[in-house]
């Protein structure tokens, strides 16, 4: 085996032409003056010493519609819409990029649709910030999927969130205020359990609905001010992996059973497989297994996300 300078110089000599230049073994024989079997042993050498390193790696994609295409295959989707974002992004860009692709996507989406339900969340709520007013008047009717939540945050201000939508896409808004998540003991006055009534029959009439997704629960906080953050911790042991419309699922697709000593005002996420159109609004990296795990149990047939958390889930299937 060669083991001075010269040697090695040979061994890199070799592989520069065999992999950088494209000859081949005979070419390569003749211009060093020795044997084809030599120069194929010395090939192993080079690779074995480190001299020569080969890396095998997926082909670049050639554009977003073919992970567009391999999304909807392999999650079973009806539609896949990829925002480009670069990857060093921070999550503010990401929101952006995904609400900035959804106001375009979506009053294309919803022009069919009689009634539309919608959730919470900062992706959802920055697409209604984002939506360009459309048109005339029409007859949709937007309804929230969900109660309010605390004082501070506009993701979970469902009517905020309905008001800009209704007002931009020109359809009718049905507002209540419900609190998504309240104690048992409190009971609801007669008007509330009327509105809340008339909500239930506009759910049962749903064509779309659009819903943001949350990742699985911090240990650290809680999704909404109305829980105590204790619960955060049961939900873990759940082996919960995300949540929709504050109801927690585990990566099989399975609820997780409520909060004890809590009612919640919410569309159920079971029933989402029953509404033709759903449309999710999310990316991250942190949510890849709660968007895979939604996907595959039926609770959301559209996504709309960034080009950094497709690559992701598409990897995350195929691994």
């Given amino acids: 085996m060669p083991r001075n300078s010269a040697d090695m110089m040979q061994m890199y000599r070799i592989a520069k032409m065999y992999y950088m230049d494209g000859m081949t073994q005979e070419q390569i024989a003749a211009a060093e003056s020795i044997s084809r079997s030599q120069i194929s042993r010395l090939l192993d050498q080079a690779r074995s010493r480190g001299i020569v390193e080969i890396n095998v790696r997926m082909p670049e994609r050639i554009s977003l519609n073919e992970l567009k295409s391999d999304l909807v295959r392999e999650l079973r989707l009806k539609d896949v819409t990829i925002a480009p974002l670069g990857e060093g992004a921070t999550a503010e ?56 939540s605390g004082t501070d945050n506009p993701a979970l201000q469902v009517n905020a969130i309905l008001d800009r939508m209704g007002e931009r896409l020109r359809a009718h808004t049905y507002f209540i205020n419900v ?133 992701a889930i598409y990897d995350a299937i195929r691994s």
């Fill in 93 to 148: 860009e990401a929101i952006e990029a995904i609400a900035t692709a959804a106001a375009a996507f979506l009053p294309r989406e919803l022009k069919s649709c009689r009634t539309v339900g919608v959730g919470w969340g900062r992706t959802v709520y920055r697409t209604s910030c984002v939506l360009s007013h459309r048109g005339p008047e029409t007859e949709k009717l937007f309804v929230p999927l969900i109660g309010v």
């Fill in 179 to 311: 609190p998504a998540f309240r104690e048992n003991t409190v009971m609801l006055s007669e008007l509330e359990k009327n509105r809340l009534q008339q909500l239930r029959r506009h759910w049962g009439s749903l064509d779309a609905a659009i819903i943001g997704l949350g990742s699985a629960p911090g240990a650290k906080r809680f999704f909404v001010s109305e829980v105590p953050t204790r619960f955060a911790a049961r939900f873990r042991a759940e082996k919960a992996i995300g949540d929709i419309l504050s109801q927690f699922y585990r990566s099989d697709g399975s609820l997780v059973p409520q909060v004890p000593g809590y009612e919640l005002t919410a569309f159920e996420a079971d029933k989402l497989r029953e509404v033709p159109k759903v449309i999710c609004l999310a990316g991250g990296r942190d949510k890849v297994p709660s968007l895979i795990a939604a996907a595959r149990a039926g609770f959301y047939n559209m996504l709309v996300t960034d080009s950094v958390t497709a690559e």
